[in-house]
Each structure stands twice: as structure tokens, then as C-alpha cells.
């Protein structure tokens, strides 16, 4: 047997091999232990891996200090009624019980004759409008002095149901519906997917407005890009709700993440047969949609989802025109949405004096709320608010909306110092915007801290990265010295309005305006 025998020289050498192998990656290891553990001489080497996992912990453990968001809602600049008194609400309780009740009972109605249409046997109960719902709480919890009132339980439970409920709808917001047939190639096309939006309904009859992932975290707007066809960035939406928060402005809609299953929340609640006509199923088995309109009808404008989930901003839905009318009205200081046109703010440094020879800037708060609008675009980078909302109810000194903030927090290394505009010509502004400025620019609340916390809160964090975050930091000293600069040339009396009359802080949470 001439075979055996010429392979008997390699089969000892494996096994010598193996041999080795063991008595050193096992054998030799565990005597080094045993030695180790009984050598009275060497004490460390017992207490260094006790060290080391409690090392290990105490890196692993949050560190001791308190929340610096609960520092900041917990300073007088955030305890003041602004202005004091009970606040004027935007809603009638009954009337719009009785609003809703009539909305809930249509749609009940027609989602029966739409079963009924199927075919479907199986039954269906009505869903019932309950008053205690959180998007109705926070309908009639909108005032005068904002959207929500400070450290509302409403809106924490309202962004929890946003997070949480089964959608039993879906369908194309208003301006998507107008856009069917109706859009103009020869205008500026945007083929970022501008329009690609859904309105969900919940199982409580809340709606909210779905953004879904266009672009990722990491990722920069080019350079090159023009405002008007950048990208709608969900994670923009969720991040300046919390920034919107942050600044005690409270004009934008209650905003979250979510992790939508398209073909469960959205394909298969659908009852438009268009939006039903665009999902496909891509190359990889991802499940996609598209937007409708004709210029937008790409595959390559798609989103899709890893195989069904999308990430995406829900945005809850304001009052219905029909209970709270709202008045849209073009910025004074809009951007002009041409390839290389440009607005007489941007070429006349007096432009400023124009806009107040005109009403409603002429008097009252707009002009002091256009600035704050201003401060709060320019924090996130957003150059495209052609337009701004207000309640018709609250009159021409009402608070602003600040709505459509998707196209914010694209370019963390640029700082558009265009954007604050309104400040820089008008030289003034809010006597209590300036002072929370400043108390977010002191390391104790300092705003990039104060925004990493708070966005820690959304289930899909981390929203923005933290070069994003660091940006708010540089925006805010910017501000500032602009402040400083109109104050140097015009005074604190001329620049800084007395909006409301604020309580004394403790001497160790004052704010100087000097600073």
C-alpha cells in the first residue's frame, strides 16, 4: 500500500500541528491564570479587571450633571406669560366638537360605500371621534401666544400618537392635488422631489404631513446647487420643530420621526387610485413611489423603501381653514427664483425704509416677527420662505407660522448671511429674542447642547450630525454681532424693543444685552 504510506509524514504533521495549537491558545493560558491567581506578590493583577469593568462603567454611566434642556425651560426667560394674562384661545371648544364630529362621521361613511365597492364582507366598525385625542388638544390649545403653551403634556403625547397609531389613510396633500395637470415644464422644474409628500390619517382622525428620506445625514448640499432645487430634508422638519422649541417661538407644527411601512401604511389605506399607479418594486426588491406630477414621473426621482420601511417627518396638521382661516402673504424680503435675478433688498441697503412705509410693517409687531423668522432661518440655513402664514383671528399682530422648514440644515460649512437680512437693515429686534439669544450662547445653555439633547428624544436620533450642530454655535455668535454692530451705530433704545415686560431674573441667571 505504497499511497498510505507516502501520506503518513503529512498526517503527523497536521496532528503536531493541532498539538501545538491547543497547549498554546488554551493549555498555556489558563496555567499563566492559575499561576497568576496564586501569586501572593502581584495583588494588582487580581483587582485590575474589577478595575477595569468599573472603569468600563463609569464610562458607560450618563455623567452626574442635570439636563441642561430642563435648565433652560426652567430659566424665568421661559416661565414669563407673554403677555401676562390668560391667552386668547384660536378655537371654540364646541364649535369645533361639533366640526370634527360631522368630518369624522363623512369619513366613516365613505370608507363603508368604498368596502362596499370591494366587495369587502368582513365588517368595519365606525371609528369614533374621541375628545380626548391629542391632535385635538392641540387644536384647542393654540392661542394668541402660540402654538402650544410652554411644557405642554398635549404635544409630548401628540408626538408619541404620531409615532405610534396606525395609519388608516393616505393620500396627496392640497398642492400636489392642484398640481394634477396643471404643471408648468416651462417654469424652474424640481427634480429633487419638492413635491413628494402624503397626508396620513390616524386611527384617532389625527392627520400629519409625511416627508419621507430624501437625502442622507452625512451628506452636504452642493455648492452649486440653487435654493429652490434642493433637496426637502425630512430630518430638517423634525430638527427645527426642536429648535423652533429651543428659541420659545412655538410656531411650528409638532414634528417626528417615524419609520414607515409603505406597502402596510400607505399602499394598502390608499383609497387614490393615482398615488396606487406609482409604487413599483425596484431592481434590489425595494418598494417605491413616486410623485405624480408630469415633470416628476422618473424612477430616479423615487423613494423607496429597505424593503417596505422609510424613514420620514410627520408634520401634525394645523386647524382646517374652514374652523381657523389663514392668510398666506409673500415675504418682503423673498428671494427671487430665477438662475440670476436678484430682489431690490438684495442690491439697496436702504430697503428697510421702503418696507416701513407700508402696512402692516408700519406699526405693530410684523416687522418685529419677520425678523424673528429671519434669526430662525438663518440658524438652520433655510433660504426659500417665499412665504409666511398667519391666523386671520389674531389679527395683523398675530405670530407668524413657520411652515415648510424641509430645505434647512443643508450646508453645515456655510453660513448665508443673506438670510438675515431683515435684521441687518432694519436693526431691531425682539427685547426677549435677544436676551434667550444670549443665555443660549453661555456654556451653561449652550445651544448646540441643548439641541443634542432634545433631538435625542426623536426615535430615529441621531437627527442632525454634529458638524450641523456646531454650525447653530457659529450662527449664533453671527447674530449676535450684528445685534452689537446696529446697536454701536443706532443705540439699544432705537434697536432693542420692549415686546413685553419681562420678570427679574436671580443675579446668577441675568442676561446683560451689553454682552
Known amino acids: ?33 492559575e499561576l497568576a491567581a496564586g501569586n501572593p506578590a502581584c495583588p494588582c493583577r487580581r483587582r485590575r479587571p474589577a478595575a477595569a469593568s468599573a472603569a468600563a462603567a463609569a464610562a458607560a454611566a450618563p455623567l452626574p450633571t442635570a439636563s441642561a434642556l430642563r435648565r433652560l425651560f426652567a430659566h424665568p426667560l421661559y416661565r414669563a406669560a407673554v403677555p401676562p394674562g390668560p391667552a386668547e384661545p384660536l378655537l371654540g371648544a364646541r364649535e369645533a366638537l361639533r366640526y370634527y364630529r360631522r368630518k369624522a362621521a363623512r369619513w366613516n361613511r365613505r370608507h363603508k360605500l368604498y368596502r362596499e365597492e370591494l366587495n369587502l364582507t368582513s365588517p368595519a366598525a365606525p371609528l369614533p371621534l374621541r375628545p380626548e385625542a391629542s391632535w385635538l388638544q392641540f387644536h384647542l390649545g393654540i392661542s ?25 389613510s393616505a ?33 384617532d382622525f389625527g392627520k400629519a404631513m409625511f416627508k419621507p428620506m430624501r437625502q442622507k445625514r452625512e451628506e452636504e448640499t452642493p455648492e452649486d446647487f440653487f435654493y429652490f432645487v434642493d433637496f426637502q430634508r ?20 409638532p414634528t417626528v420621526g417615524r419609520l414607515i411601512n409603505v406597502t402596510k401604511e400607505i399602499l394598502e389605506v390608499t383609497k387614490n387610485e393615482i398615488l396606487q399607479s406609482v409604487f413599483f418594486v425596484s431592481p434590489a426588491s425595494n418598494v417605491c413611489f413616486f410623485a405624480k406630477c408630469p415633470y416628476m414621473c422618473k424612477t430616479e426621482y423615487a423613494v423607496c423603501g429597505n424593503p417596505h420601511l422609510l424613514e420620514g417627518s410627520l408634520s401634525a396638521f394645523l386647524p382646517s381653514l374652514n374652523l381657523a382661516p389663514r392668510l398666506s402673504i409673500p415675504n418682503p424680503w423673498i428671494r427671487s427664483y430665477s438662475f440670476d435675478g436678484k430682489e431690490e433688498w438684495e442690491v439697496n441697503p436702504l430697503y428697510c425704509d421702503t418696507v416701513r412705509e407700508i402696512y402692516p410693517y408700519s406699526n405693530g409687531n410684523r416687522l418685529l416677527n419677520i425678523v424673528d423668522m429671519a434669526i430662525f432661518d438663518f440658524l438652520i440655513g433655510n433660504m426659500d420662505r417665499h412665504h409666511y402664514e398667519m ?36 436693526c431691531i429686534i425682539k427685547r426677549t429674542t435677544l436676551l434667550r439669544l444670549q443665555l443660549l450662547a453661555e456654556p451653561e445653555y449652550r445651544l448646540s447642547d441643548v439641541m443634542r439633547e432634545s433631538l435625542l428624544q426623536d426615535r430615529l436620533a441621531p437627527i442632525l450630525t454634529e458638524p450641523h450642530l456646531l454650525a447653530l454655535d457659529r450662527r449664533l455668535q453671527l447674530i449676535l454681532k450684528a445685534v452689537r454692530k446696529c446697536i454701536d451705530t443706532y443705540g439699544e433704545a432705537k434697536v432693542v424693543a420692549n415686546d413685553t415686560t419681562q420678570p427679574e431674573a436671580p443675579a446668577s441667571d441675568r442676561v446683560k444685552l451689553t454682552t
Open 144 to 168: 394668541r401666544d402660540g402654538l402650544y403653551p410652554r411644557s405642554s403634556p398635549t404635544v409630548n403625547r401628540l408626538l408619541r400618537d404620531m409615532q405610534d397609531f396606525t395609519t388608516i
Open 234 to 253: 425630512h430630518n430638517a422638519e423634525i430638527a427645527a420643530f426642536h429648535l423652533d422649541r429651543i428659541l420659545d417661538f412655538r410656531r411650528v407644527p
Open 171 to 203: 393620500d396627496y396633500s392640497q398642492d400636489e392635488k392642484a398640481l394634477l395637470g396643471a404643471c408648468d415644464c416651462s417654469q424652474i422644474v424640481k427634480p429633487s422631489g419638492v413635491h413628494l409628500k402624503l397626508v396620513l390619517r390616524f386611527q
Open 391 to 426: 391666523f386671520t383671528k389674531f389679527g395683523d399682530d398675530g405670530f407668524l407660522l413657520h411652515l415648510d422648514n424641509a430645505r434647512g440644515f443643508g450646508r453645515h460649512s456655510h453660513d448665508e448671511t443673506s438670510i438675515l437680512a431683515p435684521l441687518s437693515q432694519c
Open 1 to 33: 500500500m505504497p499511497g498510505p504510506r507516502r501520506d503518513r509524514p503529512a498526517v503527523l504533521l497536521l496532528l503536531g500541528a493541532l498539538l501545538a495549537a491547543d497547549l498554546y491558545f488554551h493549555l498555556w493560558p489558563r496555567a499563566r491564570r
